[in-house]
């Protein structure tokens, strides 16, 4: 087993980028777990040395104090930036990306690998997250700044990669070990090398913003088409939260085909994505060849079962701050415990049997599904139990079970105001081979007769879970990707 190891102070000089913060963009993270993940073939250290070369650098660490202490595992600070100079005219067009950089970021996730690598745990952190910066030095002016508010995404534009670092130490108490940084060019030809990556919804997706129409079901989308995906965040009334849920799937999904594609295993074919992943890579400057021979050796044998990815469970979703606009808070209890699992290197998905059929993947949470239950059969007490069950799964079963209005029915009935139609199909997937008969007017509150050709009630669950205060909520892998 490869040894936990930390990162030195670099000496070079750091690197800022100001700008004004334009379009929101999406996740550029693809590309570097999958370098990770590549050098997990083994093909020695020679050939990564070649790889490394490739990739920027940048002064992530430099004058750093006050640091908090190092846990067990390593943790990773991955940003995305909004880069395209190297993407051509066309597909700047075709994928909605004009306008000019602002060398800016806006997402951010935390990676933390376990001591023994056979885990790997990603953390949405919110752009609009309420952060204080710590006090620094204006990279521009030369001037003190003192401690003060701001968004988190914020933090890259006044301090770069440094103050990032900073703050996001100071928000988790969790030491980071390495910095790293993609952008969309990078990303959309880590994607293209690969041979695209598969992606399903029970959904269409439509963002006018980024140009994104997904059918329903499964669709492989090339590098452009998977910016789209990560980027949109006009889709529904979800925003970020969504978008945030949207990119862990695209990275379970990307996961999924590296290591199954035999990337992995072919020396020329993984020193031909690795060059590409990393033209537009940049890391700290301890971040090097041995750590990726190393990093490759351990984490022989990964699958999306082995990832586990989860946001930070926020608290106030629009808090308006003077002087910053409209924040989100994290969750005063759940944040740190969730945290408190990285720094003692313990996951954060609950544990599931995985001989147990997967739940089926739905519209809407179970959660905002008002049903109640009522018995069309002779077997005494089928409709408490039903609604039991239903309850189980996570729907949000109303009134007492009781006896049909009717009468006796072969077919298991789901009675639905069409307003609700989303809900009702949702509710359908629990319930096979159900009849879905809309009744206008009769409100949200689905209402189901239990028929005699009942059989089961199905797990589900939602698509894009609906976050709980308080509460933590992390899928693995296998869950995320497409059955």
């Not at 521009?140 to 890259?156: C, E, F």
Request: charged letters at 20%; one cysteine or more.
């Amino acid at each position: 087993m490869t040894a936990p190891f930390r990162s030195p102070d670099p000496a070079d000089r750091p690197e800022t980028h100001r700008g004004a913060s334009g379009r929101r963009w999406g996740l550029r993270i693809g590309a570097v777990a999958s370098v990770l993940l590549l050098a997990a073939s083994g093909v020695g250290h020679a050939m990564v040395t070649g790889v490394e070369s490739g990739i920027g650098r940048v002064d992530a660490f430099k004058g750093m104090s006050d640091r908090p202490g190092g846990g067990d595992g390593l943790n990773f600070l991955v940003v995305g930036t909004d880069g395209r100079d190297k993407l051509t005219g066309e597909e700047k067009r075709t994928y909605h990306l004009g306008g000019a950089p602002c060398h800016c970021t806006d997402t951010l996730m935390l990676v933390h690998l376990s001591a023994d690598r056979d885990r790997a745990s990603v953390i949405s952190l919110p752009r609009d997250s309420y952060a204080e910066v710590p006090a620094h030095t204006d990279a521009v002016t030369g001037r003190l700044r003192p401690q003060h508010a701001i968004k988190l995404n914020a933090a890259y534009a006044e301090g770069g990669p440094n103050l990032t670092v900073r703050t996001v130490e100071h928000m988790t108490g969790v030491h980071i070990d390495h910095y790293l940084e993609v952008d969309f060019t990078s990303f959309m030809r880590s994607v293209d090398a690969v041979g695209g990556v598969e992606i399903c919804t029970v959904r269409p997706l439509r963002d006018s913003y980024t140009g994104l129409r997904l059918p329903v079901g499964k669709s492989q989308l090339n590098g452009g088409q998977a910016l789209q995906y990560v980027r949109s965040r006009h889709i529904d009334g979800s925003a970020d939260l969504g978008r945030m849920q949207r990119q862990q799937r695209f990275l379970a999904a990307l996961i999924h085909k590296i290591t199954s594609s035999g990337v992995l295993m072919n020396p020329i074919r993984f020193k031909d994505v690795a060059d590409t992943m990393l033209t537009s890579v940049r890391a700290d400057s301890g971040f090097g060849a041995n750590d990726l021979v190393d990093l490759g050796q351990a984490m022989r044998g990964f699958t999306p079962s082995s990832s586990e990815f989860t946001s930070v469970p926020l608290g106030n979703l629009a808090q308006p701050v003077p002087g910053v606009g409209s924040t989100v808070r994290w969750d005063p209890v759940a944040a740190p415990r969730l945290f408190r699992a990285i720094r003692e290197d313990r996951p954060i998905a609950a544990p599931h049997d995985r001989k147990q059929p997967r739940a089926t993947v739905v519209d809407v949470p179970p959660g905002q599904i008002q049903v109640h239950v009522d018995n069309g059969t002779d077997r005494a007490g089928l409709g408490a139990a039903v609604a039991e069950q239903l309850g189980a799964t996570g729907f949000a079963t109303v009134g007492t079970p009781g006896n049909s209005t009717l009468g006796k029915v072969s077919r298991t009935v789901i009675a639905y105001d069409p307003r609700w139609d989303r809900s009702a199909r949702s509710l359908a997937a629990a319930l096979p081979g159900a009849e879905l008969r809309p009744v206008a007017g009769q409100g949200p509150a689905i209402r189901v007769t239990v028929g005699r050709n009942h059989t089961t009630v199905k797990r589900v669950r939602a698509e894009e879970p609906d976050p709980k205060p308080g509460a933590i909520s992390a899928i693995t892998g296998d869950e995320a990707v497409c059955p």
